[in-house]
């Protein structure tokens, strides 16, 4: 059983699809950003251990107070696996929709420009911060 007094407030679940730019940038982003934000308030959950139903996961997910999807494409595949766990995603972020970050790929995992990279890291530092 998770000790649920050290579960952060913010449940960051992320993209880091390699096959695509904007999968590795957010996965990437996401890490650099982590550097900055208060690992009380903000950690970064198992997205596969979500899919997977496992149960402790599961249970820590749902100590934490809010959800944050952070999607790298359209394809939305973080934001499904969540929805389909039956969770409430509180604040989301898609990099293409929400920050016109280009999806290059495939196999293209490091094609992405460094503006994209800190405009993307500003984004999510700005999303978990925020009430």
């Known amino acids: 059983m998770a000790d649920h007094e050290n579960v952060p407030e913010n449940a ?22 982590m550097k900055r934000l208060d690992p009380k308030k903000t950690g970064i959950f198992c997205t596969s251990a979500l899919a997977a139903d496992v149960p402790k996961h599961r249970k820590t997910t ?37 920050l016109s970050v280009e999806k290059r790929g495939p196999f293209r995992p490091f094609d992405y420009t460094e503006e994209e990279l800190h405009k993307t890291i500003e984004a999510i530092i700005s999303i978990c911060e925020g009430d």
């Open 12 to 33: 960051l679940f992320v993209c880091f699809g390699a096959m695509s730019s904007s999968g590795t940038l957010t996965g990437i982003a996401v890490l650099e950003a």
């Open 62 to 98: 749902e100590a934490a107070k809010r959800i944050i999807a952070i999607d790298g494409c359209a394809n939305r595949c973080t934001s499904k696996i969540i929805e389909k766990a039956g969770l409430k995603i509180h604040k989301s972020l898609n990099l293409v929709k929400d």
